[in-house]
């Protein structure tokens, strides 16, 4: 299981990136978990999965009013609002941050590294590296979906 | 999405119970959703599902120390002890005790019903049935694994 | 720490109830800790235990839409909704449920004695008297606030 | 009531800052909450407040298992592990991270600032402050515990 975290803004750059991340990820038949809005990197990390045949992806809703992004295969409704951003990162065998533009990422990237789990942060600036990279935890970075998908194999995430 | 709770206890008559019934509503082709411990009612209900070849069967874990049953396809670790039990209900259409034999699954039937589920009691007694009946929400009855199909198919739960 | 539990409903008979009981553990020098929500039982707790000079009145709120009860002093804010039932159980040495009228005090009594809380069920009937007792845990039966009092004292609870 | 975050590492210069922060908020009058560990940031800045006659401190456990600071006057017990990181801002009128060491403190400043909660990031270097300066929120910043104050003052924040 692969987590996927980003912003629900979808004009973002990041965006493009995620549907190829998604793709990638479910050709390695690996599961694709994220914070299954229907926004931003959230939709668009399911959407690339889906273009796999037999590829899974479960999504963790912060409560059931959230509009779920159309291709989450599993729908997990939690109703605990932001701290459901713990959730997806417990659950994921590594978490991959398709950049960190907003608090919400922010949480779920240091959530992740305090719960022990590895991180990899794919296409962020200096100022997000060197912020995490001085904490305790497992941290990688990746300038493409590639490198992402090349980590997780070396290092044998999943 | 069909929730099954029940006792963590193996030698309860119910863990026969799930396991067929896990089987039938795989067939039916409900994703089941469960705690997900490796003990009693969670581990019979996903080990029937997983019978039935193309089921998905979904665990809710209270925490990352949990032993997870061996059927469970996707493993959610929630770290939030006794409260996932909330999240049981909330991910699921329709949630199924299978028996109420001690107060983890109590506290999963009332907090369905207070979340508006709909709720079917599997095998319990009088007791029981009086207990949930005269409260708030959609309670059912069912006797066998069959009927309890029967009524999420009736009721179009699913 | 107190916690008290009961419905939402202000035209509970438990309400009155509720009014004295909270008086009666403030008296006691006991924190009484609720649901803090501005309606029925635990609106009514509060008030009781405010009467007393030098309370401690703490409410824990399932979101920060709730409207809150006027007499309760420190208001911690969950967001976790119905989640937060767990955490009420948790927070107190003992549980006074103050009648079970309905879902979210059945998922409260039944969380706390799964978390291994002693329970004490005040004015319930036989029914909801008979479904709990024969769950694991320890639950005791009061008549009155008083009785509760008593029992508490007695167990050395606080 | 002010939130009080930090390393719950013992040797960090951040430990003396937060005695002394407590003691100046609890001289306003306002309520010190924290994560309510027996460590770091989070005694110390209990230790400071309780120096003050007639003061309050809360302190939100992530479990039952963890030590608690003997300056914590009412115990949370939330069960949630570090999910209970975001029940600390949404409790509070406004967080101050005193130092942000780890990522369980940039996950507390992170989860407020999503919550639409003011924080105030005391003591920080420039890599810190400019990781959250460009997110979206009210943040301040303090150099010591009294500009703190005077921030919260002047904004009224409590």
Redesign the interface.
């Known amino acids: 299981?692969v987590g996927v975290v980003g912003s629900g803004d979808d004009s973002r750059p990041a965006v493009a990136v995620a549907r190829r991340l998604g793709e990638l990820l479910a050709r390695e038949g690996w599961?694709v978990l994220s914070g299954g809005r229907n926004a931003g990197v959230m939709r668009a990390v399911n959407e690339g999965a889906k273009k796999v045949p037999g590829s899974?992806t479960?999504g963790?809703l912060p409560?059931?009013a959230a509009a779920v992004a159309p291709d989450v295969?599993?729908?997990?409704?939690?109703?605990?609002?932001?701290?459901r951003?713990?959730?997806i990162g417990?659950?994921s065998n590594v978490l991959i941050a398709c950049g960190v533009d907003?608090?919400?990422t922010?949480?779920e990237?240091?959530?992740a590294?305090?719960?022990g789990k590895p991180v990899i942060l794919l296409g962020v600036d200096d100022?997000?590296r060197?912020?995490?990279q001085?904490?305790?935890?497992r941290l990688d970075l990746a300038r493409t979906p590639e490198e992402a998908v090349q980590i997780i194999r070396e290092n044998s995430f999943c």
């Open positions: 299981v599961v899974l479960v963790i409560n059931a295969d599993v729908v997990i409704v939690t109703d605990l609002n932001n701290a951003n713990n959730v417990l659950s907003g608090p919400g922010a949480s990237v240091a959530l590294l305090k719960n100022l997000t060197d912020f995490f001085r904490m305790e935890g």
